[in-house]
C-alpha cells in the first residue's frame, strides 16, 4: 500500500502533523509508525488520584490560556485543572542562593517571578535592573522563525548563557537566580546552552521575564489537564483517520529513484509513501539511517547540526502525600503560609541533592496530595552500582528520594510520602532525556533557513517537533504548531503546490525597541559604574588597618555641630547615625567586614572628642531656655547609646588602665546615676571576666530570657550593673561630679545629667537584649579556654557602615569569638534589614519583638527560664532541645 504521509513518532508534534493534512485532504492516507508502547511521545501520565481519576505527568504537564492550540484541544477533550486556584492565594516559593533558603510570596516577588524578592537591597535590584534591561535588549534582536536570521545572530551564537551571565558582573545572588532559572526552566546546565538558542527559546514563549518564568495567572504553567498530557494525546490521537502502529521503531527511511520513501522498522516490516514526517526528538533522529538510491546525501548539512543536540538530564519523581504538608507553614514573614514551589537551583551541588525543583500538583478536590520534582538522573545510576536486587533496589530508590525532598522543601514532614513513582527519561531509547533539549554555542547559525524546508533528493522528507516550532519552542503548543505547520507544507507538495508558499509566522526583530532598552542599559550602568567609583573611593579612605575606620568623619560632624548655638542643631550627628549609618547597607547591600583590634590612640582621639561634646552640652544645657535642656541630655543620651558605647567597650579589651580610666570618664559624665557599666573600673571587670565567660547563660544578666520582654529584662539588667558597678572609688567621683555640676551650672545641669544617664542606661540595656536575646550555649564555664561545646553565639548585624563607624559593634558574634575561644561555630544572624540600631529600637515594643525575631532562634539553642518550660509543658520541645544526650535548656 502506497500511504501519502508516514508519520515517525506518535507524540503531540506527529499526532497533529496527520490530523492537519487530513483535514486539509479528506482522502490523504496516513500512517503513524510510534516506537514505544504508547502513543505521546515526551507526555506520560502517573496516576496520582485514590481511584487514578486524576492524572499528571512524568513529562509535559502544563499549559497557560496564550497557547491557544493545545488550549482549544484540551478544553474540547477534557477539564483543564487551575494550578493557581490550587496553589491558594499569594503561594510562597522557597529556594537557597548565596547558601541562605530564601522564601518569598508572588506579592513580595518582582512581576510574580519566583525567588525574586522585592525585598532585595538596592545593589541586587540595580544589578537586576541591568540585566533584566539586557535581554529585553537582546529579545528585540530575535527572528522567532529563523533563529539564525537574528540581529547579531553569530556574536550571540558564540556565547554560553553562563559566559554571558559571568560578563555582566552582576551580583552574586542575581548570578545564581540566572543559574537557579535555566535550570529549573529548561533542566540544562547554563554553561552548555548557546545565548542565541536560550534567547529564541525565551522569544518564542512569549520572554524570558514577561511569561516564561512566571507561575501564576497568564503564565504558561497556568492550568494542568485533568487526563494528564499522556491521556490527552490519546485522546488526541483517536482524530487520526489513518493506522497507528505502536512498537515500530524506524531505523531507516530510504529514498527512491521514483520519488517514493520506503521506511523499514526494526522488526524488519515496511512502508512506502509519496512523503515522511520525521516527527520525534532531534537528537534522537541520529539513530535512523538515510539513505538515497544514488548513495547521494539525504539529509543537508546544515540539518544534520540539528540531530546532534543533546537533551536534558532531568528524571520525574512524584511523591504523594496524605495532606498537603507544605501549607500552612509558619514563617517568620507569615504564620500561614501556603507553599507552591521549591528549588536548590544552583547549589543543588554544593548541597549534595539531586532534585532540582519541585511543584505542587495536589487536586484537593479529588483528595489527592503530591509534588512533582525534576531529579539529576544520575542518582539512579549511583544506587544501581550498589548492585541490588530489585526489590532492595527500589526500597533504597525511595529512601533517597524522601530524605532529599527533606533537603528540597526543608521540612521533616517531605519523609512522610505515601508513594513515590518515578520514572527515567534517559533510560528511554526514543527519548533519552528531558525535558528539552538545547544547542551549543554555533550551531544554530549553520542551520540558517533549513529549519523549516523539507530534505532529501524529492524534499519529500520533512521534520517537525517542538524545537523546530517557530511559536513556544520547547513546549507541546510548539510540538503542536510544528506539526500543522508540517501537515500544511506536506499537502502543498502532494497537490504540486509550492513548499515555500506556506507562511511561517514567528516574531519578528524590533530593532526600534532593542535600541530603546540598550540605552536605559547602558544608563543604569554607568550609574553602577559611578556608584562603585565612589564606594571604592571611600573604601580607600575610610577602611585603614585598623577598626575606627571613619576616624574623621564623627569628630568632624560633632564638632562642628557644636558651633551652632541651637539643641537642635546636635540632632545631625544623631540622625546620621540611626538614618543614614544603619540604613546604608540596606541600600548598598554591602556586609559587615570583620572588625580588626582597634588602635589605642585612635580609640583616644574619638573620646576626647565625646568627651568635649558632652561638656558642651552640659555647658550649654545649663544656660539654655526651659525644656530646651532636655534636648541637649538626649542628644547626650543618644550619643552614649552609640558612638561612645563604642568606644568605651573598644577601650576596655584594648587593655591597660589608662586605657580604661580615660573610658570610665565618658560614662562618668553619662551614666552616673545608675553607677552601671563603665564607672571606674567597673565596665572592665564585669565586662571582661563576667560577660565574656557567662554571655548566652542563665547566670550572665546581660543574656535576656527567650520570651523575656525587654521591660523584664531591664530591672535585671539594672541591678546586675549597679552590683558590679559600685565601689567606693566610682561612687566618690559620682557624688564630686554631681555636687560640682549643680554648684557651678545650676539645677539644670543636673536635671540633664540624671535624664541623660537613664535614657542612656535604657539605650544600653537595649542593645545588650538585642545582642544576645534568647541564646543559650549550654557549657560549663570556668574560664574562657574551657569552652569546648560552644553551640551558639549572639547576634550579626550586616551593617557595613555601621560597624565601619562604630568599631564593629554589630559583629557581636565575632567579637565574642574573638575574645572568647578560636573555634568557629555558627551565629543567629539579625534578619535581614535589621541592625543593632534598628532592632534596639524594636526591643522596645515586644509583642512586635517577638512576632519578628522568636522565629529566627532555632528552638534547640533558645535559653527558656525553668518556669516557663514548665508552663509550656512541650515535650516536642525538650526532645528538640536535648542534643548528645544532654539537655540544653539550662533546668
Given amino acids: 500500500m502506497?500511504?501519502?504521509?508516514?508519520?515517525?513518532?506518535?507524540?503531540?508534534?506527529?499526532?497533529?502533523?496527520?490530523?492537519?493534512?487530513?483535514?486539509?485532504?479528506?482522502?490523504?492516507?496516513?500512517?503513524?509508525?510510534?516506537?514505544?508502547?504508547?502513543?505521546?511521545?515526551?507526555?506520560?501520565?502517573?496516576?496520582?488520584?485514590?481511584?487514578?481519576?486524576?492524572?499528571i505527568g512524568f513529562g509535559a504537564q502544563y499549559l497557560g490560556i496564550k497557547q491557544t492550540k493545545i488550549y482549544n484541544i484540551a478544553t474540547r477533550l477534557s477539564s483543564l485543572r487551575n494550578n493557581t486556584k490550587v496553589y491558594g492565594p499569594n503561594p510562597w516559593f522557597r529556594n537557597i542562593s548565596e547558601g541562605k533558603w530564601y522564601d518569598t510570596s508572588v506579592e513580595t516577588s518582582w512581576n510574580g517571578i519566583q525567588a525574586i524578592d522585592l525585598n532585595a537591597s538596592w545593589s541586587k535590584k540595580l544589578s537586576l535592573c541591568k540585566t533584566v534591561l539586557l535581554v529585553y535588549a537582546l529579545e528585540n534582536l530575535i527572528n522567532g522563525a529563523y533563529p539564525s536570521l537574528s540581529w547579531g545572530a553569530h556574536w550571540l551564537d558564540k556565547w554560553t548563557v553562563k559566559e554571558w551571565v559571568d560578563a555582566q558582573k552582576l551580583h552574586p545572588w542575581i548570578i545564581e537566580l540566572w543559574e537557579m532559572g535555566v535550570r529549573d526552566i529548561m533542566s540544562i546546565d547554563?554553561?552548555?546552552?548557546?545565548?542565541?538558542?536560550?534567547?529564541?527559546?525565551?522569544?518564542?514563549?512569549?520572554?524570558?521575564?514577561?511569561?516564561?518564568?512566571?507561575d501564576t495567572a497568564g503564565g504558561p504553567q497556568e492550568f494542568s489537564v485533568e487526563c494528564g498530557m499522556g491521556g490527552l494525546a490519546q485522546r488526541y490521537s483517536k482524530e487520526i483517520r489513518g493506522d497507528i502502529l505502536l512498537n515500530s521503531p524506524v531505523v531507516e527511511v530510504k529514498s527512491c529513484e521514483n520519488q517514493e520513501i520506503i521506511v523499514q522498522c526494526k522488526n524488519g516490516k515496511t512502508y512506502t509513501a509519496r512523503t515522511v514526517a520525521i516527527c520525534v526528538t532531534p537528537g534522537v533522529t541520529n539513530q535512523i539511517k538515510f539513505t538515497s538510491f544514488n548513495n547521494t546525501p539525504v539529509i543537508s548539512h546544515e540539518r544534520t547540526h540539528l540531530f546532534d543536540q543533546p537533551i536534558g538530564y532531568i528524571a520525574r519523581v512524584i511523591l504523594r502525600y496524605p495532606y498537603r504538608f507544605w501549607h500552612n507553614v509558619s514563617i517568620p514573614q507569615n504564620p500561614n503560609a501556603n507553599f507552591y514551589g521549591f528549588s536548590t537551583g544552583a547549589d543543588s551541588t554544593e548541597l549534595g541533592v539531586h532534585m532540582e525543583w519541585g511543584i505542587d500538583v495536589s487536586d484537593p478536590a479529588k483528595e489527592s496530595y503530591a509534588l512533582s520534582v525534576f531529579i539529576r538522573a544520575s542518582i539512579f545510576d549511583d544506587i544501581r552500582t550498589m548492585n541490588l536486587s530489585n526489590e532492595k533496589y527500589i526500597e533504597e530508590v525511595e529512601r533517597r528520594l524522601k530524605e532529599e525532598a527533606i533537603e528540597l522543601?526543608?521540612?521533616?514532614?517531605?519523609?512522610?510520602?505515601?508513594?513515590?513513582?518515578?520514572?527515567?527519561?534517559?533510560?528511554?531509547?526514543?527519548?533519552?532525556?528531558?525535558?528539552?533539549?538545547?544547542?551549543?554555542?554555533?550551531?544554530?547559525?549553520?542551520?540558517?533557513?533549513?529549519?523549516?524546508?523539507p530534505d532529501g533528493p524529492h524534499k519529500n522528507i520533512f521534520f517537525a517537533a517542538a524545537e523546530y516550532a517557530p511559536a513556544n519552542v520547547g513546549y507541546v503548543e510548539g510540538a503542536i504548531r510544528s506539526g500543522e505547520l508540517v501537515g500544511q507544507q506536506i499537502y502543498a507538495k502532494l497537490h504540486g503546490k509550492d513548499v515555500q508558499s506556506v507562511l511561517i509566522v514567528g516574531k519578528k526583530p524590533n530593532i526600534l525597541l532593542a535600541i530603546l532598552y540598550a540605552l536605559l542599559w547602558v544608563i543604569v550602568c554607568s550609574i553602577e559604574i559611578v556608584i562603585n567609583i565612589i564606594l571604592r573611593f571611600l573604601n580607600s579612605i575610610m577602611i585603614p588597618e585598623h577598626a575606627c575606620q571613619m576616624d574623621w568623619i564623627y569628630p568632624l560632624l560633632y564638632l562642628t555641630v557644636?558651633?551652632?548655638?541651637?539643641?537642635?542643631?546636635?540632632?545631625?550627628?544623631?540622625?546620621?547615625?540611626?538614618?543614614?549609618?544603619?540604613?546604608?547597607?540596606?541600600?548598598?547591600?554591602?556586609?559587615a567586614l570583620t572588625a580588626p583590634e582597634p588602635s589605642p590612640n585612635r580609640i583616644f582621639v574619638h573620646e576626647m572628642c565625646?568627651?568635649?561634646?558632652?561638656?558642651?552640652?552640659?555647658?550649654?544645657?545649663?544656660?539654655?531656655?526651659?525644656?530646651?535642656?532636655?534636648?541637649?541630655?538626649?542628644?547626650?543620651?543618644?550619643?552614649?547609646?552609640?558612638?561612645?558605647?563604642?568606644?568605651?567597650?573598644?577601650?576596655?579589651?584594648?587593655?591597660?588602665?589608662?586605657?580604661?580610666?580615660?573610658?570610665?570618664?565618658?560614662?562618668?559624665?553619662?551614666?552616673?546615676?545608675?553607677?552601671?557599666?563603665?564607672?571606674?573600673?567597673g565596665f572592665g571587670q564585669y565586662h571582661w571576666k563576667g560577660h565574656h565567660v557567662k554571655f548566652a547563660c542563665p547566670e550572665d544578666f546581660d543574656t535576656p530570657y527567650f520570651n523575656e520582654s525587654f521591660w523584664e529584662f531591664l530591672p535585671r539588667n539594672w541591678m546586675g550593673n549597679f552590683y558590679y558597678g559600685?565601689?567606693?572609688?566610682?561612687?566618690?567621683?559620682?557624688?564630686?561630679?554631681?555636687?560640682?555640676?549643680?554648684?557651678?551650672l545650676g539645677w539644670k545641669a543636673l536635671a540633664h545629667l540624671l535624664l541623660q544617664s537613664v535614657v542612656t542606661q535604657i539605650s544600653f540595656s537595649s542593645n545588650a537584649y538585642t545582642q544576645h536575646y534568647g541564646l543559650n550555649r549550654n557549657l560549663t564555664y570556668k574560664s574562657a579556654g574551657n569552652n569546648k561545646e560552644l553551640r551558639s553565639h549572639t547576634w550579626d548585624s550586616p551593617g557595613w557602615l555601621f560597624n565601619s563607624v562604630l568599631m564593629g559593634a554589630g559583629l557581636h558574634h565575632a567579637h565574642h569569638v574573638k575574645y572568647l575561644t578560636k573555634l568557629a561555630k555558627e551565629s543567629v544572624p539579625l534578619d535581614s534589614g535589621i541592625g543593632i540600631l534598628d532592632s534596639a529600637g524594636l526591643a522596645l515594643f515586644p509583642q512586635i519583638w517577638f512576632k519578628k525575631i522568636n522565629p529566627l532562634i532555632p528552638t534547640e539553642i533558645r535559653l527558656i527560664k525553668k518556669n516557663d518550660l514548665i508552663e509550656m509543658n512541650d515535650v516536642e520541645l525538650i526532645n528538640k532541645s536535648t542534643v548528645n544526650g544532654r539537655n540544653n535548656l539550662n533546668l
Fill in 726 to 744: 559600685s565601689r567606693v572609688d566610682s561612687i566618690v567621683i559620682i557624688i564630686t561630679f554631681f555636687s560640682c555640676s549643680y554648684l557651678i
Fill in 610 to 681: 565625646v568627651i568635649f561634646y558632652l561638656l558642651v552640652a552640659l555647658f550649654q544645657s545649663s544656660r539654655s531656655a526651659t525644656f530646651e535642656w532636655i534636648i541637649y541630655a538626649l542628644n547626650g543620651a543618644l550619643l552614649m547609646a552609640t558612638y561612645g558605647a563604642a568606644i568605651t567597650h573598644e577601650a576596655t579589651h584594648v587593655g591597660g588602665k589608662l586605657y580604661k580610666i580615660r573610658s570610665s570618664f565618658i560614662y562618668l559624665m553619662a551614666k552616673s546615676i545608675d553607677i552601671s557599666l563603665g564607672i571606674s573600673w
Fill in 190 to 214: 547554563p554553561k552548555d546552552l548557546s545565548l542565541l538558542h536560550f534567547l529564541w527559546y525565551n522569544v518564542t514563549n512569549g520572554g524570558f521575564f514577561d511569561e516564561v518564568t512566571k
Fill in 409 to 453: 522543601t526543608q521540612m521533616e514532614a517531605a519523609r512522610m510520602a505515601s508513594s513515590v513513582e518515578w520514572y527515567e527519561w534517559p533510560k528511554n531509547e526514543w527519548i533519552r532525556g528531558g525535558p528539552n533539549t538545547y544547542t551549543r554555542p554555533g550551531v544554530l547559525t549553520k542551520v540558517g533557513k533549513k529549519l523549516h524546508e
Fill in 2 to 55: 502506497l500511504y501519502d504521509l508516514i508519520v515517525v513518532g506518535g507524540g503531540f508534534a506527529g499526532i497533529s502533523t496527520a490530523i492537519e493534512l487530513e483535514k486539509r485532504d479528506l482522502n490523504a492516507k496516513v500512517l503513524v509508525l510510534e516506537a514505544s508502547e504508547q502513543i505521546g511521545g515526551r507526555c506520560r501520565n502517573a496516576n496520582i488520584g485514590p481511584n487514578g481519576e486524576s492524572s
Fill in 562 to 591: 557644636l558651633t551652632i548655638p541651637s539643641p537642635y542643631a546636635l540632632l545631625v550627628p544623631q540622625i546620621f547615625t540611626f538614618v543614614i549609618v544603619s540604613q546604608f547597607d540596606n541600600i548598598t547591600g554591602f556586609k
